[in-house]
């Protein structure tokens, strides 16, 4: 029934503003992200300058080590913010390159899912392709100020080993679980 959906959304954003409201850094994040011109200089400060690396790229970039906002303007440019960084130095084209190839890896997945031999192996393959497509889309949507700040790297191109480490795992898990898939009758 359609209240017992209404119900638990309440319940949901109800948790969900009791989580934001107990933390004061989880607050100014929210806050910073409704209004990140107010304070430039200080909590706005890493937004507005992943914007400024996105818009200064243009459609083509500034070439491959030539942006400037990875030299010391940009916080976590390596980690959380290399879609910004990717969208200074090769611009839309090359934005749109990794959206294309992230869009692939969760299609691949997805087919994947569709031929897989048995339920576990179903749900783990879902459960995978979900990580990686929710991870991309939440860390993109951040450095485009369309939600609050996260700390989430993009999968396979952030810096850090832990996790490219647990990345390639499950993409190892996914790649057996393509190696025994089941042929569907035409």
């Keep these: 029934p359609l209240w017992l959906y209404g119900s638990a959304f309440g319940v949901f954003a109800a948790g969900g503003a009791l989580m934001i409201m107990t933390q004061p850094y989880r607050l100014a994040r929210v806050m910073t992200f409704f209004n990140h011109k107010e304070d430039v200089s200080a909590s706005g400060y890493h937004i507005n300058q992943a914007l400024i690396a996105l818009g200064s790229g243009g459609i083509l970039g500034k070439g491959l080590g030539n942006g400037l906002q990875s030299y010391g303007y940009l916080p976590e440019s ?3 913010s290399i879609f910004a960084i ?3 130095q090769f ?3 090359g934005t749109s390159i990794v959206v294309g190839l992230f869009a692939l890896l969760v299609y691949r997945g997805l087919s994947i899912v569709r031929r ?3 339920d576990f ?3 783990v393959a879902v459960g995978i ?3 990686f497509g929710f991870q991309a889309i939440i860390n993109i949507a951040a450095m485009l100020n369309l939600i609050p700040l996260t700390g989430i790297p993009l999968p396979f191109i952030s810096y850090g080993g ?5 990345s390639l795992v499950a993409i190892g898990i996914l790649q057996n679980i393509s190696k025994y898939t089941v042929k569907e009758a035409t």
Excluded at 162 to 166: D, H, K, R
Aim: proline letters at 4%; charged letters at 15%; a negative charge.
């Design 116 to 118: 897989a031999p048995d």
């Design 91 to 93: 611009g839309l084209w």
């Design 121 to 123: 192996s179903r749900l």
């Design 162 to 166: 832990t996790s490219m480490l647990a």
């Design 78 to 80: 390596t980690n959380d």
């Design 129 to 131: 392709t979900a990580w």
């Design 86 to 88: 990717l969208g200074e």
